[in-house]
């Protein structure tokens, strides 16, 4: 078993979405190897710290500063987006990045982060999450459709209609009438684990309540259900602006708090800029 013993890190949270935070920017703290294990250990709620993933601060050739995160199960995604607003709080208020903006290299391209300040104290992150592709090749998923929005799909005992998307981490929407309504313990893990996923998914069920507004909730990869997702949310604002469901300003109600996002457009592809806060919760040794 990994020995974690006096490992350094600080707990963080994005409207409930939480993470422990590790900094690596001055040199490796856990080997490569024993990444994934020590991020199963860090995320126990019982036998570890808690958290829905463990994020990395990392030095970067090509940008500001890097970016890694891993899920509970040990798996490394490409991109976080509640994670990326602590990266930015964590980097700034602790002084190895004392910069208001900032590029950040992530496994899903170069994001920038803009931070607002009262005082010395960052408030709020608006994260540009960058363009996302609706291309089944790409999300990854099997489908003789070139793209798959609001196409039917099999599941368990029921049929979804469902948009998959990736803004560099896959995601699967669902457009329903009442999120309140929906059993996501049942079909959460039926989803992230379909066939037609083959390096999984993550999962929301989206209700429109008007054009600038939405409510959602989410099963993620690698995690379960959590109380937010912000590349899951920045997928719902996107997607729900291709289907028209959508204007180009929204914003999102998830079980943790609120994000607000932009949509733009960049040639053929779908983009948005990410709204939202960052909380430090404690400084602790393992
Ligand atoms: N909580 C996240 C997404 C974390 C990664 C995800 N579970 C995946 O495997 O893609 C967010 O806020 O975006």
């Not at 006096?6 to 490796?28: R, V």
């Not at 990392?58 to 490409?78: H, K, L, Q, W």
């Not at 602006?241 to 733009?264: C, E, M, R, S």
Request: glycine share 12%; net charge negative.
């Amino acid at each position: 078993m990994v020995d974690l013993k006096g490992l350094k890190f600080s707990k963080m949270h994005g409207i409930g979405n939480d993470f422990p935070i590790i900094d690596e920017s001055k040199g490796e703290v856990i080997p490569e190897s024993d990444k994934p294990e020590a991020c199963r250990i860090l995320c126990h709620r019982n036998f570890g710290v808690g958290g829905d993933g463990v994020l990395f601060v990392e030095p970067s050739d090509v940008a500001d500063i890097g970016y890694r995160m891993f899920n509970p199960d040990g798996s490394e995604a490409e991109m976080c987006g509640n994670g990326i607003r602590c990266f930015g709080d964590f980097v700034y208020r602790k002084g190895i990045l004392k910069q208001e903006k900032m590029t950040v290299e992530t496994r899903a391209g170069i994001k920038t982060i803009e931070i607002t300040l009262d005082g010395d104290e960052p408030v709020l992150f608006k994260v540009d999450m960058g363009t996302s592709t609706f291309k089944t090749p790409e999300i990854p998923m099997t489908s003789d459709k070139e793209e798959f929005i609001d196409g039917e799909l099999e599941v368990l005992d029921t049929t979804f209609n469902l948009t998959a998307i990736s803004v560099g981490n896959p995601h699967a929407i669902i457009f329903v009438d009442d999120v309140d309504a929906v059993d996501i313990n049942k079909y959460g893990p039926a989803i992230e684990a379909h066939e037609v996923f083959p390096e999984k998914i993550n999962v929301h069920f989206v209700e429109v309540i008007s054009e600038n507004e939405g409510k959602m909730i989410t099963w993620e990869r690698g995690a379960g259900v959590t109380l937010a997702c912000g590349t899951g949310a920045t997928s719902t604002a996107i997607s729900g602006y291709k289907q028209g469901l959508f204007a180009d300003n929204i914003l999102l109600h998830l079980p943790g708090g609120d994000l607000n996002f932009t949509v733009y457009e960049e040639g053929d592809e779908l983009g948005a800029f990410m709204e939202g806060p960052a909380e430090l919760v404690f400084d602790g040794e393992f």
